[in-house]
């Protein structure tokens, strides 16, 4: 009777865990097309654009680029950050209100903006040359910029993964075909290519600002209340201080590269720079999705009570994100040299070494994020901002120490002690507030495997005396995945067999 109540409550657990895997599974899906489809526009439109503009307007553009992701990111974050904390897992009562109170935080941006605009307007009107009329331009694709990151991060809090990935990729493939028109038509209008990605994210916004509601009259009605003039400040009072933790931890993830070239010399910073660019852009196309599909769960579980799902849906995550971690790191090491000619070129080859130290510093600071959500569900900003500052003091000091002496390597390796203090640091701190777990069984199977398979791939690959550098990657590739996996599936069925003979034979009395 006992064994047969086990067995069916081990069954039950089990139909739980798949059900919960199969629901982050399908929003993973659609979050990892979204994003990569719109990183792969990205690419195409790079390439597009380097084959039509010359090399002058060509840079004049990505430093506009550049400046408007930046300055979109910094302006948006606070609105962007206490909206995914509040948004999620809110009924659909309070939705409304935080809603109302989102779109005064948008109209307070976007005013800010405006009176930033209208000064820079007349200051230009005493030298209107072709450079400054750009500032204007940008002022404008900020706006848009902002509203645009805004609307994606309200369709995860609600979960609308399909909607997010239509979002995304359709406002990818409008920018590049506005873009292609533009640059058909003329081939130093950067202010017209600017203007593209405007009305592609325009677009995006509309829709985002559809399918979560934000047209709808019951949000609109919300503006008299006296609630909602509350829940304002509360946005404000905790995005306010996660703009200061935004602005520590990326000057953290970055701190290695601008001190190499000081450190190091400018070949160096070469080969550091083109492999990060590499490498943090391949990183973050995998971990953003995963970001995005599960932490809305994560947020909606502790904002509805529920602390024991939350701290096993967390413990196994981090479980599960520490084992592709290592799994990644040991695929790139075993593909490292014909990754490194084939992306970057001959003349960055010795950045082959940097490739596998690198992914593993990018993926500890791209787990932080992780590690960090006990501290974002009892919102202790003052003591994420203090971890983050503390990373961004470590690597800046084990740079200074570790560069001069060991060159790229040591950039990295400081990157890498800094990201894995930071997810360290959280832990220490986050613990007291949800006891989560890490299987660590699972883990060291995993990176031995892992391991072992990365070493027998590049031991095959030197058998290999071909030159193309496309077909050793493919290869290198495929063995890796292949000879894991058998690995893995070796694994599973020796540990099912081992659980049987301990189980004994079931009673089929119930």
């Known amino acids: 009777m006992v064994t047969g109540e086990h067995a069916m409550i081990s069954r039950v657990q089990l139909f739980m865990g798949e059900s919960r895997l199969k629901k982050v599974w399908l929003t993973y899906v659609p979050y990892a097309l979204g994003i990569g489809g719109n990183a792969g526009f990205n690419i195409a439109l790079i390439s597009v654009l380097t084959h039509r503009l010359m090399p002058s307007v060509y840079g004049g553009y990505t430093v506009s680029v550049t400046v408007i992701v930046l300055a ?16 999620t897992g809110s009924a659909a009562s309070a939705s409304s209100y935080i809603k109302a109170a989102v779109l005064l935080g948008v109209g307070a941006i976007l005013m800010a903006l405006l009176v930033l605009y209208l000064l820079t307007a007349v200051f230009l009107l005493f030298e209107p040359t072709l450079g400054d009329r750009l500032w204007l331009i940008c002022i404008v694709a900020i706006a848009s910029q902002v509203l645009f990151m805004l609307v994606g991060t309200m369709l995860q809090a609600e979960q609308r993964a399909w909607s997010y990935c239509v979002q995304q990729a359709c406002s990818g493939g409008l920018k590049v075909g506005l873009s292609v028109l533009v640059s058909h038509a003329s081939q130093r209008n950067i202010g017209g290519l600017l203007y593209a990605g405007v009305a592609a994210q325009c677009a ?10 934000l047209f709808d009259r019951t949000v609109w009605k919300k503006f008299r209340s006296h609630r909602v003039r509350m829940v304002f400040r509360k946005l404000q009072m905790y995005g306010g201080a996660m703009t200061l933790w935004f602005i520590f931890m990326n000057l953290a993830m970055y701190c290695d590269r601008l001190l190499v070239r000081a450190l190091a010399g400018p070949a160096m910073a070469g080969l550091y720079g083109a492999a990060s660019t590499l490498v943090v852009g391949s990183v973050n196309l995998v971990m953003a999705p995963i970001l995005a599909a599960t932490w809305p769960q994560l947020m909606a579980a502790w904002n509805t009570k529920n602390e024991r799902a939350a701290s096993k849906q967390l413990g196994d995550l981090l479980t599960y994100l520490l084992c592709a971690g290592v799994t990644l790191v040991a695929a790139v090491s075993s593909v490292a040299e014909p990754a490194t000619q084939l992306f970057l070129g001959k003349k960055y080859g010795a950045a082959s070494t940097l490739l596998p130290l690198l992914v593993a510093s990018a993926f500890s600071f791209s787990a932080g994020p992780f590690f960090h959500k006990p501290l974002e569900f009892k919102e202790n900003k003052g003591t994420m901002c203090a971890l983050a500052a503390t990373a961004l003091l470590l690597n800046g000091l084990l740079s200074l120490l570790l560069t001069p002496w060991l060159g790229g390597i040591g950039a990295g390796i400081a990157a890498l002690l800094a990201g894995a203090a930071y997810c360290a640091l959280c832990t220490v701190w986050g613990r007291r507030i949800v006891k989560w777990r890490i299987r660590f069984g699972l883990l060291a199977t995993v990176a031995t495997l892992a391991g072992l398979m990365s070493l027998t791939t590049r031991r095959l690959a030197g058998l290999w005396t071909g030159d193309a550098r496309l077909w050793t990657f493919l290869a290198g590739s495929l063995v890796f995945v292949a000879l894991f996996s058998l690995g893995l599936a070796v694994v599973w069925a020796v540990q099912s067999v081992r659980k049987r003979v301990d189980q004994g034979p079931v009673s089929s009395n119930l």
């Open 72 to 87: 979109g990111s910094v302006v948006g974050q606070w609105l962007q950050q206490s909206t995914g904390r509040y948004l």
């Open 204 to 213: 995006g916004v509309i829709f985002g600002a559809w399918r979560v509601g």
